[in-house]
């Protein structure tokens, strides 16, 4: 019986590994789907410990430029940020990990998949709504949440089975990855503590304040202080150059799919100045209802991204609406990184809709006469004057 387990090497995925290969007899396939933030060292690692659970094969899926293609670009274009605050760091690699395992699974002709989810979080959700919509016919197992199991209780199993891996737990879990890193802990079980600055992965490394100039070409980063690459490989320099500032820090406070509040910490310096700069430079080259509507939209598309509805066809026609807003956003964004904070300075592009010729703001028009400013100002009191006049003393 083949059956498709999606493992990442951790205490969950690693139970799951040795129960059901040991306990129900199936063939097990692990599958790790990198979006970003493995080494290769560490893949060797996973695939070493996978093999010695038991798993009769492993697999290590790169989707990192999937994941840009499917996914981050929309998130770049969409401005978006879940409640105004979580770039939705790793909750939209979900999406990406389980399309390609549910795939993997199919090209090799398993009849079930496995992951370590519990009963109590969002990735159950996505993982499973995924799998379903993709390959109904493939019957999904999961054995912790189907069983509620403790951490003690896996590990003891583990134990007695000749696992004796250090399964202490760390006292912030770290889940990284191309858009950013998410960081829990006790204090993110609370509503009044915050993370200290050690809990996050990157320290203050730099204190000299620079200058940095990103380059958009239709919504994309394709460039970083005049030196051209993918935009893929565009964050992750922005990544390295602004986490030294220990830039990106935040905590997100949002609903999950399930109905609960939740809480987490999470490091993200190149979505967060990447998202800004882009906005920044759609509010120069955008009209004002390109850029209303493009907020609705881009809203929208991250809650249902959060929750799992990625394949829902109105994300296609969201993507086809976002890509096309994306025409004439294209120039440079002048970056001032300091520690803890950037500051965004300005920007050029050929498309900046403040074009001097037709006046500046506050100053001499150059377009119209006064005359015609008086005339329109008029008209646009008309309605409120009519409302005005026909509830007096209604109040």
Known sequence: MKLVLAYSGGLDTSYCAKYLS?????????????????????????????????????????????????????LIFGNVLKNNTYPLSVSAERIVQAIEIVNHAKKIGAKYIAHG????????????????????????????????????????????????????????????????????????????????????????????PTDVTLTFKQGELVAIDGVTDEPVNNIEKLEAMASKYAIGRDIHVGDTIIGIKGRVGFEAAAALIILKAHHLLEKHTLTKWQQFQKEQ???????????????????????????????????????????FQFRLNGISSPHDLMNASFGSYGEMNKGWSAEEAKGFIKIQSNAGKIYNHVNQGND
Request: glycine share 8%.
């Open 117 to 208: 989810s519990t009963g109590a979080g969002n990735d159950q959700v996505r993982f499973d709504m995924i799998f379903q919509i993709i390959a109904p016919e493939i019957e999904i197992i999961t054995p912790i949440r189907d069983n509620k199991l403790a951490r003690e209780v896996e590990i003891k199993y583990l134990q007695e089975n000749g696992v004796d891996y250090p399964w202490e737990k760390a006292k912030y879990s770290i889940n990284r990855g191309l858009w950013g890193t998410s960081v829990g802990g006790e204090e993110t079980l609370t509503s009044e503590k915050a993370l200290p600055d050690s809990a996050f992965p990157s320290q203050l490394e730099e204190k000299t």
């Open 22 to 74: 040991k306990e129900k007899g199936f063939e097990v396939h692990a599958v790790s789907v990198n979006t970003g933030g493995f080494s290769p060292e560490e893949i060797k690692t996973i695939e070493e410990k996978a093999l010695q659970l038991g798993a009769s094969s492993y697999t290590s899926i790169d989707a990192v430029q999937t994941f840009y293609d499917k996914v981050v670009k929309y």
């Open 297 to 339: 939209q881009g809203n929208f598309y991250g809650m249902l991204l959060h929750e799992g509805h990625y394949l829902d066809a109105v994300m296609r026609n969201i993507e086809a609406f976002l890509a096309d807003t994306q025409k004439t956003v294209s120039g440079d964004v002048f970056v001032s990184l300091y520690p």
